[in-house]
């Protein structure tokens, strides 16, 4: 069987060297247990509203999260 050809979605980050100098804030963590582990920083406004995402049905992923989990992925933003 051949290998099937799937567009890429995920994009490589620019070199430290070429990207222009920008402090980066630092997350708010106070939402975040002492006991936890493992955590993970999603950005999902970033992702759908690059480039690359510009044909990417985000009708089907609001409704799929609405469904799912009760939020609505592309509406997601800071906690307050």
Do not use: N, W
Not at 52 to 76: N, W
């Amino acid at each position: 069987m051949g290998a099937a050809l799937v567009p890429s979605i995920a994009t490589a980050q620019i070199p430290a060297t070429e990207r222009p100098a920008v402090a980066a804030a630092k997350p708010d963590l106070g939402y975040v247990t002492p006991a936890t582990f493992a955590a993970i920083l999603v950005h999902p406004q970033r992702v759908l509203r690059s480039p690359e995402m510009e044909f990417l049905p985000t009708e089907v992923i609001s409704a799929a999260g609405l469904k799912d989990f009760g939020i609505d992925p592309c509406e997601m933003s800071r906690p307050s």
